[in-house]
């Protein structure tokens, strides 16, 4: 696999689209910050992380619309890739949806959404927009 980042959004976008409740997805330390940055802002029921041996897994609960079934998650793209990776300082930092979405960032500081790095005024490589 050349790019897990790119894997693990497609699994969590093919879950949805499918309508399943539960997506299975190969673990990593960028992956784990990853899910966390998306149950702190809501996109995610839950997570749970499972160690045996060396392999690691994360388990992630998808969250739907309780009466018109719609999923939290509309829209799972990838910025940065190997072949052509994608870097933003504050004062450039992508607003998605013009706020209503996030830009999930890898920085000096770590894994964080678009807002935090604002705050914290440092940029990094825009990983995914997530809406």
């Given at each position: ?8 959004l ?28 998306l ?9 749970k ?26 829209t ?20 998605v ?22 705050q ?12």
């Amino acid at each position: 696999m050349t790019d897990p980042i790119a894997d693990f959004l497609t699994r969590i976008r093919n879950a949805v689209k499918a309508g399943h409740k539960v997506v299975d997805i190969p673990g990593s330390k960028m992956k784990r910050e990853m899910t966390k940055i998306l149950k702190e802002k809501g996109y995610i029921l839950n997570y749970k992380f499972e160690q045996d041996g060396v392999r690691s897994n994360i388990k992630i609960a998808l969250k739907y619309h309780p009466e018109t079934k719609a999923p939290a998650i509309r829209t799972l793209t990838r910025v940065s890739k190997p072949g052509l990776r994608r870097y933003t300082n504050v004062e450039d930092m992508p607003r998605v949806l013009n706020g209503l979405g996030i830009a999930i960032l890898s920085t000096s500081l770590g894994v964080m959404s678009d807002k935090e790095a604002r705050q914290k005024n440092v940029g990094g490589e825009v990983l995914c927009y997530v809406y």
